[in-house]
Nanobody, 119 residues
Framework: QVQLVESGGGSVDAGGSLRLSCTAS????????IGWYRQGPGKQRERFTY???????WYAPSVKGRFTISRDNAKNTLYLQMNALKPEDTGVYYC?????????????WGQGTQVTVSS
């Protein structure tokens, strides 16, 4: 089973930047989507960006132009560069991967990392 470990969360003032990392315990195989979810206080968990195994990416309108998803396959690591942070970006950020390798489907979550943006 693949383990995902996030790091890089913290507290910043509005307008600041943070970079999150998500390192997988092994190479992700097969056809997959890997990305980030977040859950703000009193809100449902929502996916706001992902990258396919082929490298295509998608962003929710709320983060497009401010956040950038990238990866380093050699390090089995996914990154999230967050710029121009807003108080509404506050929440727990989770790394997630879902896909299939052969006939086996998989769905893994990281433990989450807290991001707090102060006004």
């Amino acid at each position: 089973q693949v383990q995902l470990v996030e790091s890089g969360g913290g507290s910043v003032d509005a307008g600041g930047s943070l970079r999150l990392s998500c390192t997988a315990s092994e190479t992700i195989r097969g056809v997959y989507i890997i990305g980030w979810y977040r859950q703000g206080p009193g809100k449902q968990r929502e996916r706001f960006t992902y990258m396919t195994g082929e490298g295509d990416s998608w962003y929710a309108p709320s983060v497009k132009g401010r956040f950038t998803i990238s990866r380093d396959n050699a390090k089995n690591t996914l990154y999230l560069q967050m710029n121009a942070l807003k108080p509404e970006d506050t929440g727990v950020y989770y790394c997630h991967v879902e896909g299939a390798y052969g006939s086996e489907e998989y769905d893994y979550w990281g433990q989450g990392t807290q991001v707090t943006v102060s006004s």
